[in-house]
């Protein structure tokens, strides 16, 4: 489940308010929260590449790698890469596609042909080494494909086949699993008579990470905002909170 923009917000506002600290504007809060979100977000698979270093837990809550993963797996996304290559090559420019990929991709997974086939992905030397020689060289039966410069390149390029109903566009024989960044953080708000900020639902986006890092995100944004705020006793004291939680999580 995703955590409320709105009870974060509030709930940082009432710790700087009781301690009379300053206050944070929703459009500042705004960046804290989407910048807080991608540290944590990123921390998943710092933590699952650890986690899975240490013995499996095979309990049904208990199993730290499967409790990560599942932190992961509402960002992981198949998409057909047909509407947009760059027609006459094999390649497939993932800034220059629809808005629906571009910008969300943070890691790309698996390049699939036909939905049945994975394509080996390698990088620029063994690109070079493999297509050297005829008996590594890739071919229908073990396609490979490389990921560089956000553009995705087939080999051998006679897969990528043109539409014959269609010159203009390519055969839909692609798909790509990736993970997606989560969407930016947003109290939406109006603004009242008497200059009041009030919350707007409709104009905002909730934190997309697990529920279960509540307690963390609103430990980071109290950090960042203790320096927005020049209160280095905020900084500290939130730190130290959040030090110990990570702590905990990893014992």
């Known amino acids: 489940m995703a955590i409320n923009v709105d009870t974060v917000y509030k709930t940082v506002?009432?710790?700087?308010?009781?301690?009379?600290?300053?206050?944070?504007?929703?459009?500042?809060?705004?960046?804290?929260?989407?910048?807080?979100?991608?540290?944590?977000?990123?921390?998943?698979?710092?933590?699952?590449?650890?986690?899975?270093?240490?013995?499996?837990?095979?309990?049904?809550?208990g199993n730290r790698v499967k409790n990560v993963d599942e932190k992961i797996?509402?960002?992981?996304?198949?998409?057909?890469?047909?509407?947009?290559?760059?027609?006459?090559?094999?390649?497939?420019?993932?800034?220059?596609?629809?808005?629906?990929?571009?910008?969300?991709?943070?890691?790309?997974?698996?390049?699939?042909y036909k939905d049945e086939q994975e394509l080996?992905?390698?990088?620029?030397?063994?690109?070079?080494?493999?297509?050297?020689?005829?008996?590594?060289?890739?071919?229908?039966?073990?396609?490979?494909?490389?990921?560089?410069?956000?553009?995705?390149?087939?080999q051998p390029p006679s897969l990528v086949q043109v539409d014959p109903l269609n010159p203009l566009t390519i055969l839909d024989q692609f798909s790509i699993s990736y993970v997606r960044k989560p969407a930016d953080v947003i109290w939406g708000y109006t603004v009242l008579t008497n200059g009041a900020y009030s919350f707007d639902s409709t104009s905002s986006q909730d934190f997309e990470i697990d529920d279960t890092d509540q307690t963390e995100v609103i430990l980071r944004v109290l950090i960042y905002m203790g320096i927005v705020i020049r209160d280095p006793q905020i900084v500290q004291a939130a730190a130290q909170q959040a030090g110990s939680e990570e702590q905990n999580q990893k014992s």
């Open 13 to 61: 506002l009432l710790i700087l308010n009781k301690e009379q600290r300053g206050y944070v504007t929703p459009d500042e809060f705004n960046k804290i929260a989407t910048q807080v979100q991608l540290e944590i977000f990123e921390k998943y698979f710092e933590d699952l590449n650890q986690q899975m270093r240490i013995p499996e837990n095979d309990s049904e809550y």
């Open 73 to 112: 797996s509402i960002f992981k996304t198949i998409q057909s890469l047909a509407p947009s290559w760059v027609v006459g090559t094999n390649e497939f420019n993932i800034v220059q596609s629809p808005a629906t990929i571009t910008p969300t991709v943070h890691r790309v997974g698996t390049v699939i």
């Open 120 to 154: 080996e992905k390698v990088d620029r030397n063994d690109w070079l080494r493999l297509n050297m020689s005829k008996l590594t060289r890739p071919t229908a039966d073990y396609p490979m494909y490389l990921y560089q410069d956000n553009k995705i390149i087939i």
